[in-house]
């Protein structure tokens, strides 16, 4: 691979004897990582039932390194959201921000949701997330994500930072900037970056990254943690952001990260500062450990002013509204989908209880997508399927992963099955993995086109 010059240069002038150790991490394969998505399947069970040859990630107890000739991505466990994948030391930093359940956290810079789906399986379903993405067609491809997983509370937005920070003032428990960067982690699994790095490009970014801590320090409560994340070396853009963001806000202080022994400090040496509590902030350096390399810092707001009582979103009271719903719900369901309705033209949402009014702002994903209020009938919808499990269900049909059936039906197809008439919710050995209409002798396809296998 050839490095620009500039950078091979900047790295040998920072890392001294460690620079042939990090040039040489370049001769080596990416490391590759999937994380097992708790809400649908435990870790162990995922061990026990898993194709694939894994070796554990030390830094997070449902990651797991992959062989490449295994290609998890293009299995149908992946289309059922049993795991995402996900770069190995990006797993690190869902570990750090560490939320809980009941938590109102934002992910402001979250396409394609990575760490989204990782903080959301630490919050097994309860409290509320909003993931951000500032580009359409990413955050159209976060939502999907969202979706695969299976996850209830969390709300997708396309918005600017600035946008978002006039809505949720001081709101927030936990805010995660994952934040746009010069990518040098990223030369070796996308030779891209790697061309369009330069020294002018990395100080633009340093700019974007103090602009976007701002908005998102304005969006935490006092007492909350705001973790700082890149997949890039550079000081400007790692211990600089954060030795500038902490000089000029005065009631954030950095937090001890508690870090894996492969982990480095922070360098308060290169910062021109030199800042107290750098060297509490994290690097992770691909010829240290099996990953691209990551920084992480975490935050905690000290001071500030309280949260304000803010208008709740309105949501469906009026069961009429609901009839097609309630009686799809009556007739193939076992359990409620608990929460609070709202309709957005034809398509119903759960939400996320004591969710804030979104006037003004641009919506990826409201909430949970149940399904379609048609004329007189209701299509439940394909994240409703990877939300339930075959107890939510009166009718689930199964099917081996290793069957032509199961590759049939990604692609399409319908299927040949016997049973009572109605909607069947479609499993691989047990998890679901999207609708079928059964009528007759034939299980019509309800699998979205869009994902569809050619
Ligand atoms: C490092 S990526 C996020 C990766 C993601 N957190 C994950 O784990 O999958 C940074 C994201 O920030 C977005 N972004 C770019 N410019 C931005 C801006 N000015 N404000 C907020 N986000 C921005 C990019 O589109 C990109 O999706």
Known sequence: MELPKDFKEKMQNLLNDEYDDFLSSYN?????????????????????????ELEKIPWVSEGFFYKEKDKPGKHPYHEAGLYYIQEPSAMAVGEIISPNPGEKVLDLCAAPGGKTTHIASKMNQEGLIVA??????????????????????VIVTNETPENLSKKFENYF???????????EGMFRKNPEACSEWSLKNVCLCKERQLDILKCASSMLKVGGRLVYSTCTFSPEENEQVISEF?????????????????????????????VEGIENTIRIWPHKIAGEGHYIASLRKIDGEDSKTRKILKTITDKKVLKD????????????IDGNYILFGEELYSIPKDMVSLDGMKIVRPGLHI?????????????????????DVKYSYNIDKDSQQIIDYLKGHALKINGQKGWYLVEVDGYSIGWGKLSGDTLKNHYPKGLRWI
């Open 246 to 274: 902490v000089k000029e806000n005065t009631n954030f202080e950095i937090e001890k990260i508690s870090a894996y022994h492969g982990f480095d400090k922070g360098r308060k040496d290169w910062t021109k500062e030199g």
């Open 28 to 52: 080596e394969n990416k490391k590759q990582g999937l994380r097992v998505n708790t809400l649908k399947i435990s870790v162990d069970q995922f061990k026990n039932i898993s194709p694939f």
């Open 132 to 153: 951000n993405e500032i580009h359409p067609s990413r955050a159209k491809i976060l939502s999907q994500n969202v979706e695969r997983m299976g996850i209830k509370n």
């Open 325 to 336: 719903y309630l009686e799809f719900e009556k007739e193939f369901l076992v359990s409620r």
């Open 371 to 391: 399904g379609t209020i048609k004329k007189n009938r209701f299509e439940p919808s394909h994240a409703l399927a990877l939300y339930l499990n075959k107890l």
């Open 173 to 183: 428990d936990k805010i995660l900037v994952d934040a746009p960067c010069s990518g």
